[in-house]
Nanobody, 123 residues
Framework: QVTLVESGGGLVQAGGSLTLSCEASEGTFSTHAMGWFRRVLGKEREFVAA????????YYGDSVKGRFTISRDNAKSTVYLQMHSLKPEDTAVYYCAARINSASIYEQYYDDWGQGTQVTVSA
């Protein structure tokens, strides 16, 4: 089990960029695959990106492919989500999640979750 804390959310104009971070503690981060998900109020949580414990492979949701990049630094126990060309529809609470073994695009396979960080993209 790992404890996850996201940071880096905020308000940005459309077309801008943000980088989210998720730092893990109380566990062996380097053995965990990591994922990013997001939730818009009143909607289901949506898969954004995932990365294996060794950084390969990576997976992206269709709505963010080509604009977002997931990466990790096992020495810092941190996973990142670089977001570029942001759109108002990217506005959501972003969550990081961890699971043992390989990365997954399905939230039900993740065991540990952070508290989320709000990203708001203004038009």
């Amino acid at each position: 089990q790992v404890t996850l804390v996201e940071s880096g959310g905020g308000l940005v104009q459309a077309g801008g960029s943000l980088t989210l971070s998720c730092e893990a503690s109380e566990g062996t981060f380097s053995t965990h695959a990591m994922g990013w998900f997001r939730r818009v109020l009143g909607k289901e949580r949506e898969f954004v990106a995932a990365i294996n414990w060794n950084s390969h492979p990576t997976y992206y949701g269709d709505s963010v492919k080509g604009r977002f990049t997931i990466s990790r630094d096992n020495a810092k126990s941190t996973v990142y989500l670089q977001m570029h060309s942001l759109k108002p529809e990217d506005t959501a609470v972003y969550y990081c999640a961890a699971r043992i073994n390989s990365a997954s695009i399905y939230e039900q396979y993740y065991d540990d979750w952070g508290q989320g960080t709000q990203v708001t993209v203004s038009a």
